[in-house]
């Protein structure tokens, strides 16, 4: 009996210092979506031809460092600021002019196969082209 129990508190001691479980996976959907992929399933670092509603046509090189510069189809440029990618869904924009806050647009490839991305503030969707990663 006192070899039984002698074990026991043996056994009890050797489970109590196994190593800990390794940490829980993370989530199918945070590693499904990595940081920083685009609604075209590529890095988002990239130069894009924006198209408006309207017809506008802006040049987006969004930039490694977290910054973007928008010009005009003269070359002018139009905005600039810092960017962030939340999700492929969800692409975010600060613009450096005075009194902006964060606008995050959703991002999508459509039905038709057209990537799009639609202004939460006027609900405007203008189609997107990557032009070079």
Do not use: H
Request: proline fraction near 5%; charge should be negative; aromatic fraction near 6%.
């Amino acid at each position: 009996m006192k070899k039984i129990i002698v074990v026991a508190a043996f056994a009890a001691l050797a489970a109590c210092s196994q190593p800990e479980a390794p940490a829980e996976e993370a989530t199918t959907e945070e590693a499904a979506a990595p940081a920083n992929i685009a609604a075209d399933g590529l890095p988002t670092v990239g130069v894009y031809k924006v198209t408006q509603p309207d017809g506008t046509v802006l040049t987006v090189d969004v930039k490694e460092d977290g910054t973007f510069a928008a010009t005009d189809a003269d070359g002018n440029m139009v905005d600039s600021g810092k960017w962030e990618q939340k999700s492929p869904e969800q692409y975010c924009e600060t613009s450096d002019a005075e009194g902006s806050t964060q606008v995050c647009y959703e991002e999508k490839i459509d039905e038709n196969g057209v990537y799009v991305s639609k202004n939460p503030n006027t609900g405007d969707v203008s189609t997107v082209e990557r032009v070079q990663s």
